[in-house]
């Protein structure tokens, strides 16, 4: 019944790695969005999807990629991670450009 | 900065008291959302506001909005331990998200 889920829930790794994690929404939402939140709380919006296309894409470093095989998925892979990459990443969806729902975040620590 | 930026930072109250928190933005906006972050969790929606409204009710929760002021304020009454959390404001749309504000209330 899980709304927006996300795997994994948590993820350690070191520098220079590659990695990706998964979204999915039964929500059945146009768009899907994916946030990074800091140590200090900060919340950013990284990307969102709508109906599989790329409509936001801030200030994010291109070893970055969102994927979205389906407008239920946005995936986000991350190459070559850096130490300031670790941080809390959330998978929201949203049907208008109100309510998001959001999943239960990946807490990404790089070592 | 076009995010929204809550205040205080931290507030600790105890049970049956009323908390109230601030958000200000820098942007004219037409909705703002209050949301709601337990710790290690997702964020939670409680509340949106509409550009045209000045007050909106949701239970124990309270929202004002002032867009001469781009402020808004969120009041939760009779607070209960269960309500401690971080609180985030955000303008809809592209949601801009500030730092939140940290809730303890005190058993």
């Known amino acids: 019944d899980t709304a927006v889920s996300q795997t994994p829930k948590y993820l350690v790794t070191q520098m220079g790695n590659d990695k990706s994690i998964k979204c999915e929404q039964n929500?059945?939402?146009?768009?899907m969005y994916w946030y990074k939140q800091d140590s200090k709380k900060f919340l950013k919006i990284m990307f969102s999807?709508?109906?599989?296309?790329?409509?936001i894409n801030e200030t994010v470093p291109n070893r970055f990629s969102p994927k979205s095989p389906d407008k239920a998925h946005l995936n986000l892979h991350i190459n070559s991670l850096e130490l300031g990459d670790s941080a809390v990443y959330f998978c929201?969806?949203?049907?208008?450009?109100?309510?998001?729902?959001f999943g239960p975040g990946t807490r990404l620590t790089v070592l | 900065s076009q995010q929204g930026e809550e205040d205080p930072q931290a507030l600790s109250i105890q049970e049956g008291e009323n908390a109230t928190m601030n958000c200000s933005y820098k942007?004219?906006?037409?909705?703002l959302q209050w949301y709601r972050q337990n710790s290690g969790r997702g964020l939670v929606h409680l509340i949106l506001?509409?550009?045209?409204?000045r007050e909106k009710h949701s239970g124990r929760l309270r929202v004002t909005l002032d867009t001469s002021k781009k402020s808004s304020s969120l009041l939760i009454t009779a607070s209960r331990a269960a309500d401690t959390a971080s609180y985030f404001c955000?303008?809809?749309?592209?949601?801009?998200f500030g730092q939140g504000t940290t809730l303890q209330v005190k058993p």
């Open positions: 999807y709508n109906n599989k296309e790329l409509i």
């Open positions: 955000a303008r809809t749309g592209k949601l801009i």
């Open positions: 942007t004219s906006i037409n909705n």
């Open positions: 506001i509409r550009s045209n409204e």
């Open positions: 929201a969806s949203s049907q208008a450009p109100v309510e998001q729902f």
């Open positions: 929500l059945g939402h146009d768009t």
